[in-house]
């Protein structure tokens, strides 16, 4: 994509190096605890989860799932294969029930009590908290988040993104479809109507998500996490992660 309005609003670590894609809107991989069970203060970072004391209390969903494989290859960036290794090994020892499911059911384990910590992304929280459904908002207010590793390098960031397919009819078109969604308006709309955090610097992100309080984010750019998929998957699979 050719466009000095795409490449001046999204950080560079939010897109492809040659700019074949680019992020609109930003997820956190964060920790969602029981606000009965849990003192935040004891959770603040992707590290503690493999704390002894967490034995049977951790919930997340597969390996196979995306998000999870971005977080673990951002483990591997900040430290090496080993060392992640070792953290899932000690995760995995930590699981109240093998990973199934997606980010919401790992919340209503927490507010079941068959679980006190969850990982999730941050919208999934979002779309609890304004179910129509009021078992799904009874789970959402049942927990708290921790943004982990504010203290050093940050939370873990996903992404929802775009891209233009070197075939498509309408490249153009297409390029402009994706400036207006980059544009203020669009993603303010589009923070408050998936409560997702704007990709675009100085936009203002939902009042929900603002209740979240500030954080500290990753700064690894996505393209280099990518490069570590595969090495993630053989993470998992040499720490019985499934």
């Known amino acids: 994509m050719e466009s000095d309005l795409i490449t001046g ?6 897109r492809g190096s040659e ?7 930003k ?4 920790l969602a605890y029981s606000k009965e069970r849990v003192d935040p203060e004891e959770l603040t970072t992707y590290e503690d989860l493999t704390d002894e004391k967490w034995m049977g209390k951790i919930a997340v969903r597969s ?9 673990m290859a951002s483990i591997i960036a900040n430290s090496n294969q080993d060392e992640a290794t070792k ?24 507010a079941a009590g068959r679980a006190d910590i969850a990982i999730i992304n941050t919208y999934y929280l979002g779309k609890l908290l304004n179910s129509e459904n009021q078992a799904e ?12 590793n504010y203290e050093d390098r940050g939370a873990h960031v996903n992404i929802s993104g775009a891209g233009v397919c070197t075939n498509a009819p309408n490249k153009e078109n297409a390029v402009k479809l994706i400036e207006y969604l980059l544009s203020d308006e669009v993603q303010a709309m589009y923070s408050a109507a998936n409560y997702e955090y704007p990709v675009v610097e100085g936009v203002e992100s939902s009042e929900l998500l603002q209740s979240w309080g500030t954080f500290k984010e990753d700064d690894l750019p996505l393209e280099e996490i990518g490069k570590l998929n595969s090495t993630a998957i053989a993470v998992f699979a040499a720490s019985g992660w499934e």
Do not use: M
């Open 9 to 14: 609003r999204v950080p560079d670590k939010f």
């Open 19 to 25: 700019n074949h894609w680019i992020g609109l809107t």
């Open 27 to 30: 997820r956190y991989r964060v």
């Open 63 to 71: 390996s196979d799932n995306t998000y999870n494989q971005s977080l």
């Open 87 to 110: 953290w899932a090994k000690g995760v995995v020892s930590n699981f109240c029930r093998s990973p199934k499911g997606n980010d919401r059911d790992q919340v209503k384990e927490v």
């Open 137 to 148: 908002v009874d789970a959402g207010n049942a927990v708290g988040l921790v943004f982990p």
